[in-house]
């Protein structure tokens, strides 16, 4: 594990005081909502779980499976939900919880979807945004940091499944493509 990545990008104390922020934020947005926060998994299982409780309201709390890339760290285009919500989010104001936003077919994908189920508002949190490589214009309304246009692993995310319990945010020196 040591070997294929780089020093941290993103400390974990960084991390932690970001949330915080983010949370005490996002409190005071949904203080007179009904809030019901959908975490995008496997990515977001980290940031979610800190995020939530850091958001001193009664969330309910709900959940994706999604799975994304095609290769190992190209976007394919292709999103498929692996498992759906369990929950009617009809009337709710929905926060869609996400570690990364990249090309953004994810969250629009997911946007769209969402929305067809008529939630009372529906706004996304990303714990990172990576812009240089957009292929759809997408609003974000909380970004935890922005970030190069570099493959990370680490708190959530992923490279060929592993990596996803590092307590921090690293760049994966060198990735071969598959
Ligand atoms: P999208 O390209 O915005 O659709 O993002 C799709 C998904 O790709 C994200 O939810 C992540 O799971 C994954 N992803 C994008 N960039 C990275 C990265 O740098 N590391 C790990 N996963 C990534
Ligand atoms: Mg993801």
Not at 46 to 67: E, G, T, W
């Amino acid at each position: 594990m040591e070997l294929i990545y780089g020093k941290p990008i993103i400390s974990q104390a960084e991390m932690q005081k970001r949330i915080r922020e983010l949370g005490k934020e996002i409190a005071e947005d949904y203080r007179e909502k009904k809030p019901l926060f959908v975490g995008v998994m496997k990515g977001a299982f980290a940031f979610y779980a800190d995020l939530v409780r850091n958001v001193h309201l009664p969330v309910l709390v709900d959940f994706l499976v999604v799975s994304s890339y095609g290769s190992s760290t190209k976007p394919s285009g292709r999103v498929k939900v692996v498992s759906d919500l369990t929950m009617d989010i009809k009337g709710y104001d929905v926060l869609l919880v996400e570690d990364i936003v990249d090309s953004g077919l994810t969250w629009s994908y997911l946007e769209k979807r969402l929305k067809a189920k008529d939630p009372r508002s529906l706004k996304v949190c990303t714990l990172l945004n990576k812009t240089a490589r957009r292929q759809k214009p997408v609003k974000l309304d909380y970004v935890g940091f922005e970030i190069p246009d570099k493959y990370v692993v680490g708190y959530g995310l992923d490279y060929l499944g592993k990596y996803r319990n590092l307590p921090y945010i690293a760049v994966l020196d060198e990735v071969e493509e598959e």
